[in-house]
């Protein structure tokens, strides 16, 4: 008998790659050169996962003119590629995240990623942290709408063949828990990357994990309920 279809569909910054002070240190360049004085980090983590230039809607002034966000999301852009030339630039993996990731694929199963990057962001860090042999599908905003719409989870398991019992979730943010319950799957938080643990379960987490070690045994949790319900 074939083994049933699993899928575990991740999310990137804050999940998978600790991204947190590029991400920032970017943002607050890109809001300096646009004369609008810098922006807190309490800020900016609120719109990590969303498609860049609704971040940026979200995080201008009110008043700020509607035709400057295609500058202010190129300055964002250019302040991310400098910090990558830069002297003792790091944006290392979660301890435990390339583990997690090998043995699941060890064990069988398929792996996605859903990220509010555009597809050149996200070939630049599995690149350099060579993750793309363990992946089966690579869900962009430049495919179509982002998060929290349920495109990318859903055109992710079209891609691989699965239906949403067979598929979860995995993410950081209010807004992967979102996209992962509007696509019908499971969605298990983790609380280690950008928004609160109160915000990922706003967001419809059904389980919330402080570690990789909770998250591996939720997810063998899921992996065996799949198996049962093929039996």
Do not use: C
């Amino acid at each position: 008998m074939t083994a049933p279809l699993k899928l575990a569909v991740w999310d990137v910054d804050g999940t998978i790659v600790d991204s947190r002070k590029i991400i920032q240190r970017a943002m607050n360049r890109a809001f300096e050169r646009a004369g609008l004085g810098g922006i807190e980090y309490d800020r900016t983590r609120t719109i990590v996962g969303l498609e860049l230039t609704e971040a940026i809607l979200r995080l201008a002034p009110p008043d700020y003119p509607a035709e400057r966000i295609p500058r202010l999301a190129t300055y964002y852009k250019e302040a991310f590629v400098e910090q990558r030339a830069e002297p003792g630039f790091e944006e290392p993996l979660y301890d435990g995240a390339r583990e997690t990731i090998e043995r699941l694929v060890d064990e069988g199963w398929l792996m996605g990623v859903a990220t509010g990057k555009a597809r050149r962001g996200l070939d630049i860090v599995f690149g350099h942290h060579d993750l793309h042999r363990y992946f089966d599908t690579f869900q962009t905003v430049d495919g179509g709408l982002g998060k929290p719409h349920p495109r990318m989870v859903l055109d992710a398991m079209k891609e691989t063949g699965t239906d949403p019992i067979q598929t979860v979730m995995i993410g950081d943010t209010r807004f992967d828990m979102e996209m992962g319950r509007n696509a019908g799957v499971h969605t298990l938080g983790v609380s280690w990357g950008f928004h609160t643990p109160d915000e990922i379960r706003e967001g419809g987490a059904h389980d919330l994990h402080d570690g990789f070690d909770t998250l591996n045994t939720a997810l063998d949790a899921f992996g065996a309920r799949v198996e049962d319900m093929a039996s």
